[in-house]
Structures are given as structure tokens and as C-alpha cells.
């Protein structure tokens, strides 16, 4: 033991009799011994376990529990054993292969998550995903007896969507990329992950011509990400209109007995790479997450004409998921909003909407009905959506489109519209019968 003072020694003996005595007994160590023997040096710690006294520790080093962590998920997916990787790397990089895990304090957990966010400028879900796998790993620490409590209980390991990285690639312009492939293969794969939702390159080169029914006009999807849960990852999806084009023509060029969707692309690690050149050479930037937002656009795209259980089942997530990581507000929603209100607005005043009225010789607005029917997009000037939300604001109100006016006899309070009517009442009227200007409006929103 070296030296120490008599009084230590003492210590030390007493605490060796009780050791003795509950293996000669069987009892289980009080919870104060049991301090003791959690908070030996090591030297001390091999000298009892030499002996029988104690269990034999683990390793407190850092690195040590880490490989211990990481020789746990030799069963998963290589992606998933990347992820611990990457979590574990960061984590060692900023305390240190020999640090003690014992000395992991929330305290010091908290500088890491410092030091992750304003050193190594990672994206919150990435530093989410850092905390989830770690903290997974100190519970195994914490289960070998070596902590009690798990010192990265307190962060949040919430893995939250990046609105920022989200982006919607309309139909256009996937288009323009298609155009650029160089052979069918190319183009499916593309078809695929922007038209069918297929996540890449998991469920693409697991995709076999046997999954295509033909007949039933829908393939079936095998996903590895989701294969250990309810249903073992097999889902089908329709091949939608955009997509069948491009199966049917790798169809007729796939070679005779073919059994794999892809041919020499499959399996190729540098899809990414070679979609990022297709893109620049379509003449377009390239997006954040490159396939992620494709399948996320068509995901968007169907939310918006089918029940989210039935876009869930095709494209393999949950609503919940779905709704936080894939739906994406385009700038079309706004338009159609804007549109929708307008039309809302006039139709519940009744009539046939508009009268149509020329001031200056411009034409402020068609009728409504021609516009439903021939399905164009309303394109009003700035006297016409004066007049409009002139008429909007009266219908939620329930007031007349008038000011409310006090004190004056004969005379009429208008709007103010443009052109030659704006202003109030030319002047007083005796008889009580609106003004020429109180006339035209009247017009306008009979």
C-alpha cells in the first residue's frame, strides 16, 4: 500500500476485515463499503480483486469504455456504427483518451456540449445525435458500478429537423436535371428518389424487377432503416405517372435475367458525388441534402392531395416524422392562401362577385365566374385590391362599407376608392338621395 499514516492503515484494515467477512458469509457489502471500493485508486483496487476480495474493475479509461461501447454495436448497421463512431471521436477529442470516467461531471458535460456547439460549429441535430449516442454509452458506464448517476442526464438530445437544409426541388426543376443525364440508369435513380420517395442508396439497390407489379401498377419497397419494426421494413408504393417513363424504359434496356432495378450504379458509394455534377451541369446550385430533399419534396407533394396515413405507408415513416423532418412549406402555399381568402371573401357577398367598371379607361377587374371556370390565376391591380379588401373587411365585420359618421344631415360618407371617385361627397344633400360618387360604389358592390 505504500506509505500512509498509522490512522490510514487502520482504515484500511477494518475495511479489508468487513471484505473478508462478507465473502466468508455471502452477505452483500453495506452501501458505506461499497463506497469505499468504488472510490479505490487502481493500485489498491488489483490488489484486492487479486485476492478474491473484490470484483476485478473495469477499465476507467475513457478510451477504454468507448471500445467497450463500440464493440456492443458490432450487430448494427454500418451506418448506425458511424454515427457512434463520429459521437465517440468527439468526445475523446475533447477530454482525452486516459480521462477518468469517473470524473465526468454534468458540469464537464457541459463544456463539451460548449465546445461542440462554438468550436466545432455543429448543427444542433448533429450535436443532438453526439448526445444521444453518448449518453447511451455513460449508462453502460454507468451499469459496469463505476458512476451512479449519468452525468449527461440534462442535455437534450432532441434530434430536430434543420429548416434551414430544407429545400423544395419542384417538378421543373428535377427536370431540367433529367435532361442532363448521361444514360436511363442515371435518370431512374433520380425518378426514383424525387418521384418515388425512395431514400438513397438503402432501399435503391436493394430494389429488385421482381418488387415491380406491373399489373398492379405499384413496387415494393425492402428498407433496411426500418426492418426491425412492425412489418419488417416492406411497404408498396405506386408508381406514380412521373416515375413510369423512366422503370418502363430501364425495363426494356435491363439486360435478360436481370434481377437488380440498377446495374453498374448499384452498390457505387459516390452516388452524391456524381448528382452534384449533374446538377451544375444542368446549369442549377446545388441543395442542401441532395437526395434527403428530393424524397421530402415528393412526401410534400403528396401531403397536400392524400391523408398522411396513407403518404406514411408509401413512403415508410411515421406522421410523426413525416411532419417534423419532411414537410416543407412551399412558396406556393402562400400564393394559394392569398388566393383562396380572396375568393372566399367574394363569393360570400353574393351575386355575380365583380361588376365590372372602367375608370380611365383601364379595366379594374373580369368577372370571377370566367375566372373559376377557366381556372386562371386572379391577377387584380392596386384599384382592385383596394376595392376588395374594402368589401372583405365589411364581410367579417358585419358593418356596411361606409364609415360610421355622426353630426352631418344629407350628407353621404364614402370609401375611398380610386380614381375619379376618391374623396367624400361632393356636398350636402337635401333630399337625402346618394351622391353621384355613393352611386358608382353602389355599383361596384351590388
Known amino acids: 500500500m505504500g506509505k500512509m499514516s498509522r490512522e490510514a492503515a487502520e482504515s484500511v484494515k477494518l475495511r479489508v476485515e468487513q471484505l473478508l467477512t462478507c465473502r466468508i ?3 452483500g457489502m453495506s452501501r458505506d463499503l461499497s463506497l469505499w471500493v468504488r472510490d479505490l485508486d487502481r493500485v489498491l483496487h488489483g490488489k484486492l480483486a487479486s485476492v478474491g476480495l473484490v470484483e476485478s474493475r473495469a477499465s476507467c479509461r475513457l478510451a477504454d469504455a468507448v471500445a467497450l461501447f463500440m464493440a456492443s454495436k458490432a450487430r448494427f448497421k454500418p451506418g448506425t456504427r458511424t454515427v ?12 482525452g483518451d486516459d480521462f477518468d470516467v469517473r470524473r465526468l461531471t454534468a458540469g464537464r458535460a457541459d463544456s463539451w456540449w460548449t465546445w461542440m456547439t462554438q468550436t466545432r460549429k455543429l448543427a444542433p441535430a448533429t450535436i443532438g445525435k453526439r448526445v444521444q449516442t453518448t449518453r447511451s454509452m455513460m449508462e453502460r458506464v454507468k451499469r459496469e458500478g463505476l458512476i451512479e448517476v449519468n452525468p449527461l442526464e440534462h442535455l437534450s438530445g432532441a434530434v430536430t429537423a434543420n429548416r434551414q437544409r430544407q429545400k423544395f426541388i419542384d417538378q421543373p426543376t428535377i427536370e431540367r436535371v433529367l435532361g442532363v443525364c448521361p444514360c436511363a440508369e442515371w435518370r431512374l435513380i433520380i425518378a426514383l428518389a424525387r418521384y418515388g420517395g425512395l431514400r438513397v442508396p438503402s432501399e435503391l439497390n436493394r430494389l429488385k424487377w421482381a418488387d415491380v407489379l406491373w399489373d398492379r401498377d405499384r413496387f415494393t419497397v425492402h428498407a433496411s432503416k426500418t426492418e426491425h419494426h412492425a412489418g419488417g421494413g416492406v411497404r408498396h408504393v405506386p408508381i406514380f405517372p412521373e416515375l413510369m ?7 426494356e434496356l435491363a439486360e435478360s435475367g436481370a434481377e437488380y432495378v440498377l446495374g453498374d450504379q448499384r452498390n457505387t458509394t459516390n452516388l452524391r458525388t456524381h448528382f452534384h455534377r449533374l446538377i451544375k451541369r444542368a446549369g442549377l ?14 412526401e410534400t407533394e403528396l401531403l397536400a392531395s392524400f391523408p398522411i396515413h396513407v403518404v406514411t405507408a408509401w413512403l415508410g415513416n411515421s406522421p410523426k416524422v413525416a411532419l417534423e423532418h419532411y414537410a416543407i412549406v412551399r412558396d406556393d402555399d402562400y400564393a ?16 355575380s362577385c365583380y361588376t365590372a367598371l372602367q375608370a380611365d379607361g383601364v379595366l379594374l377587374t373580369d368577372s ?3 375566372e373559376r371556370k377557366t381556372g386562371d390565376d386572379m ?26 359618421t355622426s353630426g352631418l344631415k344629407g350628407r353621404c360618407s364614402t370609401i375611398e376608392l380610386p380614381g375619379p371617385w376618391e374623396g367624400d361627397c361632393s356636398g350636402l344633400r337635401d333630399d337625402h338621395q346618394p351622391c353621384d360618387v355613393c352611386e358608382h360604389r353602389e355599383q361596384i358592390f351590388s
Open 25 to 27: 458469509t455471502g452477505h
Open 84 to 95: 457512434c463512431q463520429q459521437a465517440m471521436k468527439d468526445l475523446l477529442a475533447f477530454f
Open 285 to 298: 446550385t446545388p441543395w442542401p441534402k441532395l437526395f434527403q430533399n428530393l424524397r421530402a419534396s415528393r
Open 336 to 351: 394559394k392562401a392569398v388566393q383562396k381568402a380572396v375568393q372566399n371573401a367574394v363569393q360570400s357577398g353574393g351575386g
Open 368 to 370: 370571377l365566374e370566367k
Open 379 to 404: 391577377q387584380l391591380d392596386t384599384a382592385s385590391r383596394r376595392i376588395i379588401n374594402a368589401r372583405t373587411t365589411a364581410l367579417l365585420t358585419g358593418a356596411g362599407l361606409e364609415p360610421a
Open 245 to 251: 417513363p423512366h422503370l418502363r424504359e430501364s425495363f
